[in-house]
T-cell receptor, first 111, second 110 residues
Framework: DAMVIQNPRYQVTQFGKPVTLSCSQT?????MYWYQQKSSQAPKLLFH???????NEADTPDNFQSRRPNTSFCFLDIRSPGLGDAAMYLC??????????FGPGTRLTVT | LAKTTQPISMDSYEGQEVNITCSHN???????ITWYQQFPSQGPRFIIQ???TKVTNEVASLFIPADRKSSTLSLPRVSLSDTAVYYC???????????FGQGTTLQVKP
C-alpha cells in the first residue's frame, strides 16, 4: 500500500547531539511537510517542500533544518537538540490542495 | 491563514450524532475547510474537506454556510472508537498549507 513511512518510530538523543529523522513516501506527492507536536498540543508546522522549493515557517528555530534529496525522501535535522525539542515529529505529504497524508510520527526524547 | 476556534472538549454517547462547530472568521476566498482526526500516538487522519455548502462522505458530513465564517462537522452514530481529537483547519488554496488549531477532544461514552 502507498504510504508515508517514518523512521525510527522512537529516537533518543543526548542534549546537544545532532539527530536526523527520516521520512519516505510511496505516494509520489510533490509536497512534503514536517510538523512538531508536543504533548497535549496541536501539530505545529515547521516547514514544507513544494517539489524542491523549501518553505520555512517564520517561527521555526534555526536549530531545525531539512533536506529533500528526491521526491520520495525528506529529512529533519536538529543540529543541537535541547530538552524543549522533545516531541512527536510528524511528516506529511500531499499533492497540493488535497488531503495531507501523515506518517505515524517519530517520538524524540532528549536526555 | 485564518485561525480557527472550536470547543476544547465534547462528550457524547454511543449511537448519538455529534456536531462540532468551528469558526474561521478571516477565511480567504481561495481557502478551504478541512477536518482531521487524531488518536493518541498516531498521525492525524483526514476526515473531510469542503469549500462551501455541504459535503458528505462515508464517515462524516461537513456543513458550510454561505458566508464561510464557520463550519460544522457532523459524525453520525458515534461509537467508542470515535473518541479522539478532531481538528478544524483552514487550508490555503494557494499553497495547500494547513495550520492546526487547538482541536476538540471528543469523548464517547458507552
Amino acid at each position: 500500500d502507498a504510504m508515508v513511512i517514518q523512521n525510527p518510530r522512537y529516537q533518543v538523543t543526548q542534549f546537544g547531539k545532532p539527530v536526523t529523522l527520516s521520512c519516505s513516501q510511496t505516494l509520489n506527492h510533490n509536497v512534503m511537510y514536517w510538523y512538531q507536536q508536543k504533548s497535549s498540543q496541536a501539530p505545529k508546522l515547521l516547514f514544507h517542500y513544494y517539489d524542491k522549493d523549501f518553505n520555512n515557517e517564520a517561527d521555526t528555530p534555526d536549530n531545525f533544518q531539512s533536506r529533500r534529496p528526491n521526491t520520495s525522501f525528506c529529512f529533519l535535522d536538529i543540529r543541537s537538540p535541547g530538552l524543549g525539542d522533545a516531541a512527536m515529529y510528524l511528516c506529511a505529504t500531499s499533492s497540493g490542495q488535497d488531503e495531507q497524508y501523515f506518517g505515524p510520527g517519530t517520538r524524540l526524547t532528549v536526555t | 491563514l485564518a485561525k480557527t476556534t472550536q470547543p476544547i472538549s465534547m462528550d457524547s454517547y454511543e449511537g448519538q450524532e455529534v456536531n462540532i462547530t468551528c469558526s474561521h472568521n478571516n477565511i480567504a476566498t481561495n481557502d478551504y475547510i478541512t477536518w482531521y482526526q487524531q488518536f493518541p500516538s498516531q498521525g492525524p487522519r483526514f476526515i473531510i474537506q469542503g469549500y462551501k455548502t455541504k459535503v458528505t462522505n462515508e464517515v462524516a458530513s461537513l456543513f458550510i454556510p454561505a458566508d464561510r465564517k464557520s463550519s460544522t462537522l457532523s459524525l453520525p452514530r458515534v461509537s467508542l472508537s470515535d473518541t479522539a481529537v478532531y481538528y478544524c483547519l483552514v487550508g490555503s488554496g494557494n499553497t495547500g498549507k494547513l495550520i492546526f488549531g487547538q482541536g476538540t477532544t471528543l469523548q464517547v461514552k458507552p
